[in-house]
């Protein structure tokens, strides 16, 4: 259960800013509320008390346009019989990823919208059909807001946005695309979710 009576949360913060001084760890970790107020993610802990009693702070993660109604999206995007992989630089593994089209989902725009705008913003192509796959909880145990995963067929492609981190495209078939998440290449939870949806939904 979370907690919401204050009272027993300005207590349990109390005791725990007396055992964090103790062990000479940060007072911060004391905090119950709102953490970080960041333009794209809120980080809040909450004091939960599980079954046994006990009370601990739990943090999660909150997606800042997903309070207003903003739907981040995936797609995973056929052109011409061969799939898109981006070649992207990620600011939070510090790596090079390669992963499918994907972004923040901004308020007031309809997921499939963002879609399509998301699309042009990061190869310069259009989509001739986009086929929602449903909601995908990327990190049950940390994130709260959900994706939406489509599979998108384009009409046309431009050039990589290097102001994306996005280096350059990789094309695959069907079965170099399952080969390089079998072998590790592929790492990225969104591209593979997205790739699991699509083949069980026999669309590719």
């Given amino acids: 259960n979370i907690v919401l009576d204050q009272k027993t949360i300005s207590e349990w913060e109390a005791n725990k800013v007396a055992e964090l001084r103790q062990k000479q760890l940060p007072l911060e970790w004391a905090k119950i509320g709102l953490i970080l107020d960041d333009p794209k993610n809120l980080i809040v802990r909450d004091l939960v008390r599980f079954p046994d009693g006990e009370m601990f702070g739990y943090g999660r993660s909150i997606a800042t346009d997903s309070l207003k109604g903003g739907k981040a999206v995936v797609m ?11 070649h992207q630089y990620r600011h939070a593994t510090r790596q090079w990823h390669y992963e499918v089209p994907r972004g923040y ?10 879609a399509r705008k998301e699309i042009e913003e990061e190869t310069g192509g259009e989509v001739s059909q986009l086929v929602s796959l449903g909601e995908f909880h990327n990190n049950t145990g940390y994130e709260s807001a959900s994706v939406a995963l489509f599979y998108a067929k384009l009409s046309s492609v431009g050039s990589a946005n290097v102001n994306e981190g ?39």
Avoid: Q
């Fill in 105 to 114: 989902g901004e308020p007031n725009i309809p997921a499939d919208a963002n």
């Fill in 166 to 204: 996005i280096e350059s495209f990789v094309w695959l078939t069907v079965s170099e695309l399952e080969e390089w998440v079998a072998d590790g290449r592929i790492t990225d939870g969104f591209t593979i979710a997205a790739y699991t949806k699509a083949k069980l939904r026999k669309l590719i």
């Fill in 76 to 86: 995973l995007s056929e052109y011409e019989g061969k799939f898109l992989l981006l």
